[in-house]
């Protein structure tokens, strides 16, 4: 079972490049979500998609952008990376169903030198 | 806004023993869930346990349980016959029923076993 699958897992760039983060989820999940991990803050919520054809912000968009390409895809851009931007990041999803917990893809390791 | 609250950065138990970690939420909806997740060194999130607001039993899944006490607004986990596995980070992450399913989270609490 795939579940949520993030790429790319670890990245270099260097200040001012642009990448972009893919996430999939093959678990027909209609909300999706991506998150930042910093030491001593938890996760914090970048951008999210309550459904296919929405985005919304989420506590820190600035310096990012998302995609929802379809209902299993979205993706995460930086068009500019800065150093503030080193971080990991994940990938979530929930069908919004029971108790609506967030599955996680296994994280991507993004370091901006 | 919703703010969770985690105050202890680490804590050591002994194999064996019982451990607590302490949440406390702020909100101003009456309708919420609580979770936690744990992420060892190998870096996923694992979902533990759940707890709805309207809940009036404690929830338990297996050696977890989540001490609920609505009017101090705490989510306190409660992990017995710690385990060296059970050696990780653990956050606790709330959601209102109003806001499109999104979490907010804690800082965290490592947890170390010792043999």
């Known amino acids: 079972n795939a579940g949520v699958t993030q790429t790319p897992k670890f990245q270099v760039l260097k200040t001012g490049q642009s990448m972009t983060l893919q996430c999939a989820q093959d678990?027909?999940?209609?909300?999706m979500y991506w998150y930042r991990q910093d030491p001593g803050m938890g996760l914090r919520l970048i951008y999210y998609?309550?459904?296919?054809?929405?985005?919304d912000k989420g506590e820190v968009p600035n310096g990012y952008n998302v995609s929802r390409l379809n209902k299993r895809e979205f993706s995460l851009r930086l068009e500019s990376a800065a150093p503030s931007q080193t971080s990991v990041y994940f990938c979530?999803?929930?069908?919004?169903?029971?108790?609506?917990?967030?599955?996680f893809g296994e994280g991507s390791r993004l370091t901006v030198l | 806004a919703q703010k969770i609250t985690q105050t202890q950065p680490g804590m050591f138990v002994q194999e064996k023993e019982a451990v607590t970690l302490d949440c406390t939420y702020d909100?101003?909806?009456?309708?919420?869930?609580l979770f936690w997740y744990k992420q060892p060194s190998s870096g996923e999130m694992i979902f533990l346990i759940y707890q709805g607001s309207y809940d009036e039993q404690n929830a338990t899944e297996g050696r977890y349980s989540l001490n609920f006490q609505k009017a101090r607004k705490s989510a306190n986990l409660v992990i017995s016959a710690s385990q060296l596995g059970d050696s990780a980070m653990y956050f606790c992450?709330?959601?209102?029923?109003?806001?499109?399913?999104?979490?907010?989270f804690g800082a965290g609490t490592t947890v170390t076993v010792r043999a």
């Open positions: 678990m027909n999940h209609n909300s």
């Open positions: 979530a999803s929930t069908s919004r169903r029971d108790t609506g917990e967030l599955f």
């Open positions: 909100t101003s909806d009456q309708s919420y869930g």
């Open positions: 998609s309550a459904s296919e054809g929405t985005t």
């Open positions: 992450a709330m959601r209102v029923w109003s806001n499109d399913y999104k979490l907010s």
